[in-house]
């Protein structure tokens, strides 16, 4: 008889059984993972679920949400190579995952569409491409609007026809791992000084995953044993007090920062105009129709803002078109007449000035120092898409009317008539391009733990729209193929004394009680079991209190404008929150948790920032770094200096528990690989699981 578990005085339920690999996350990187094990032939395997209905990608979109793959219509010639060189060309990322990322583009897409994924193609079955921010080629597609959503709805349908299991309402609060390693107490990842990159695309030491412990309804513990873990839990817009990211998605990458996982380019993220009301991205036609951005102060006096940025009224209405191919705030697109000015300049109105800030798409921009508007000043680009579009009409709403009226159709679906009201904008963050660093088959640094989709780092600086969706794809595969050609024939961790098919044996129940032990003491958590909050005295602060305050601290410093002064100020602030004890009552306990992890990875993204410019880097990519004293405004309109040292080095992060310390480095990128494509020996290496090696 194994004695029981306990984790702060409850009794843990033990899930009897011990899974090939169980996946966190009902997203479509999640669901596309499970679905390619099970097709691998791994079928003891189980999905687990905060809420099955929440995450990113069944609840967000954009005007016409993409899918970036190889192009493949007409006879534009396009190849792995030559998207991998586009993937990798935004900088800071690995040259080996851009290939892989490339190279199963198609069979991703095509899995997709074989699952009812509403791709379009034309009568002969070519499916035609656009081109997308940061794209060289037409390689995009999308179904709409909700391409996520729809993917996500296919994927769920083959889950649930292949029977997989799914435990819904489980939130999985800690990763069970043994050993040492590749996570804690690596030495590897030291402050300062560059590390050789890790080669071959495997990451970390011996430090490996066994199990999750999870909280379920009624504040219930269950801890499930697995042999291989692929976390699929999303982007973590809980660090942030407004995003445009879906509610309910919040993230738990603190769960993976806690066990010592290494993050690469945690620092980046995308920041771009979005809906307040409704949180929606802005991108595409929404910005192509040119609409007029208003601010409105206390008194209600309105004030065409732009006017006082761009010169002409064609230099404005240009900037506000290239904004649609341009969402993403971009500090190279700074300086006269770019197009991420009016990100700057949105950003001054609300948060400096302390207006709100709206997109009106019932009258063009008018009135300032300049001349009138007149679809004859907007530019030859942006005339000829309109006109060719068929959308020349007189306003923003006729012009959206004619070019995307699904567009018009989705706000009124949430209550708001885009012919009746202003839309209130913010700079809100859409997509983390950071996350968990992954070798080649999207394993963490810690072993038999993977991460795919948002949550892991496979994005540089950069990324063309659309590469996040195929990324979350391609990870779920890569990482199902790996567990099933290699790990599954090669791991014997759970074996002698381990347990087997009846269930877990001593010496993994021994390892999971003291891994249970030792979290409970490291999260300074006072939660005597069952008590309600507000009775008794309160030391501290509530945990929604604190969390506000956690983002707001996040949001003010480390946004898409951020200063070196103001990010050693704000992690003073993070550091010594993460050493307060938390007090929590059975209500606020699921609360307490995800405090703790967006804190922790508060931590690491602050860090990480600090490295960054302490080691002298500049603007790049989605953010500007501002600095001396003339203000926001000229430096964006000279436009700011932009970082080239930085470009093939990928900035890595770690929490090293022991020492209750967070560590960063430099390390060079990995170049694309040079790959043998000798038929043949790929089919040599391929029969006797050579690939893996
Ligand atoms: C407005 C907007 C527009 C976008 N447009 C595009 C686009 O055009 N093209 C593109 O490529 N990308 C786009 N993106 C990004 C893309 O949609 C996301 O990166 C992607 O959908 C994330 O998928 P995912 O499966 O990784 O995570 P999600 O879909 O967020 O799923 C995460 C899942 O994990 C679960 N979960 C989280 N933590 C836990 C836990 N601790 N325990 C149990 N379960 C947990 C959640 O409940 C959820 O089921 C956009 C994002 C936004 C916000």
Redesign the pocket.
């Known amino acids: 008889m194994l004695p029981p578990l306990y984790f702060f005085g409850k009794t843990v339920k033990l899930i009897n059984r011990i899974y090939d690999c169980v996946v966190?996350?009902?997203?479509?990187?999640?669901?596309n993972a499970a679905i390619h094990l099970v097709n691998f032939g791994v079928e003891n395997i189980v999905i687990?679920?905060?809420?099955?209905l929440?995450?990113?990608?069944?609840n967000?979109?954009?005007d016409?949400?993409?899918?970036?793959k190889i192009a493949c219509a007409g006879a534009e010639g396009d190849s792995p190579r030559s998207m991998a060189e586009t993937l990798f060309s935004g900088g800071a990322m690995d040259g080996d995952i851009a290939l892989c990322e490339a190279a199963h583009s198609l069979e991703e897409f095509f899995h997709l569409v074989s699952l009812g994924v509403p791709f379009p193609h034309n009568s002969y079955g070519e499916f035609p491409g656009y081109q997308t921010d940061h794209d060289s080629r037409r390689r995009a597609s999308?179904t709409g609007p909700y391409?996520?959503k729809a993917m996500?709805e296919a994927l769920e349908r083959e889950v649930f026809r292949k029977g997989i299991a799914i435990n819904d309402k489980?939130?999985?609060?800690k990763i069970l791992c043994s050993g040492e390693g590749g996570g804690n107490g690596d030495k590897s990842a030291g402050n300062g000084g560059a590390e050789e990159s890790g080669g071959g695309g495997k990451t970390g030491g011996e430090r490996r995953a066994f199990g999750l412990l999870?909280l379920g309804e009624g504040n219930t513990f269950s801890l499930y044993l697995a042999k291989n873990i692929i976390f699929?839990?999303?982007?973590n817009?809980g660090l942030y007090r407004q995003?445009?990211?879906?509610p309910?998605?919040?993230?738990?990458s603190g769960?993976l920062a806690r066990e010592g996982v290494r993050f690469a380019n945690i620092t980046e993220w995308q920041y771009g105009i979005?809906s307040i009301k409704f949180?929606?991205?802005l991108s595409g036609s929404y910005q192509q129709v040119i609409p007029r951005y208003l601010s409105v102060d206390a008194q209600g006096k309105e004030d065409e803002f732009l006017n006082d940025y761009f010169s002409t009224t064609g230099e404005l209405a240009a900037a506000v078109f290239f904004k649609g191919y341009q969402w993403p705030f971009s500090a190279e697109k700074t300086g006269k007449g770019g197009s991420s000015i009016i990100d700057i300049a949105v950003y001054i109105e609300r948060h400096i000035k302390g207006k709100r800030v709206y997109l009106d798409f019932t009258r063009n921009p008018q009135g300032g120092e300049i001349e009138n508007f007149d679809l004859s000043v907007i530019g030859k680009e942006a005339l000829d898409y309109l006109s060719a579009s068929g959308a020349l009409g007189a306003t923003p709403l006729e012009r959206l009317k004619r070019l995307n009226p699904p567009a018009i159709e989705l706000y009124r679906s949430q209550g708001i008539d885009l012919a009746a009201e202003y839309l209130e904008i913010d700079v809100l963050p859409?997509?983390q391009n950071g996350g968990a660093e992954i070798s080649i088959w999207w394993e963490t640094s810690v072993k038999h733990l993977f991460a795919?989709?948002?949550?892991a780092g496979s994005h540089g600086v950069r990324r063309p729209?659309?590469?996040?969706?195929?990324?979350?794809q391609v990870g779920g595969l890569r990482a199902a193929s790996y567990i099933a050609g290699f790990y599954l024939k090669n791991d014997t961790w759970f074996g002698p004394g381990g347990g087997g098919e009846e269930g877990p044996g001593e010496r993994v129940l021994r390892a999971a009680a003291a891994e249970l032990a030792a979290f409970e003491r490291g999260l300074k958590l006072d939660y005597p079991a069952g008590k309600q909050a507000g009775r008794g005295e309160r030391k501290n602060p509530g945990i929604p209190e604190k969390l506000r305050r956690l983002q707001e601290i996040n949001s003010g410093a480390a946004g898409f404008l951020r200063n070196k002064g103001e990010i050693k100020r704000s992690l003073a602030l993070i550091e010594a929150m993460a050493q307060e004890s938390l007090e929590a009552g059975d209500e606020e306990l699921a609360a307490a948790f995800k405090y703790r992890?967006i804190l922790l990875l508060s931590r690491i993204f602050h860090q990480g920032i600090w490295y960054y410019l302490d080691s002298g880097g500049l603007s790049r990519g989605s953010c500007a770094v501002t600095g001396g004293d003339s203000g926001i405004r000229p430096q964006a309109e000279r436009g700011f200096p932009i970082d080239a040292a930085f470009h093939d080095k990928a900035l890595i992060t770690k929490f090293d528990a022991g020492a209750d310390k967070v560590h960063s480095l430099f390390r060079p990128v990995r170049p694309i690989p040079q790959a043998d494509l000798w038929f043949e020996k790929v089919w040599a290496d391929y029969r006797d699981g050579g690939i893996f090696r």
């Open positions: 966190v996350g009902s997203g479509a990187a999640g669901y687990l679920c905060e809420n099955r929440n995450g990113t990608s069944r967000a979109g954009s016409k949400q993409t899918y970036y999308s391409t996520s996500t489980t939130q999985v609060i999870c699929a839990g999303g982007g817009p995003t445009v990211y879906p309910g998605q919040s993230g738990s769960v979005g949180r929606w991205n859409q997509h795919a989709g948002e949550c729209g659309g590469s996040a969706l195929n990324a979350g992890e």
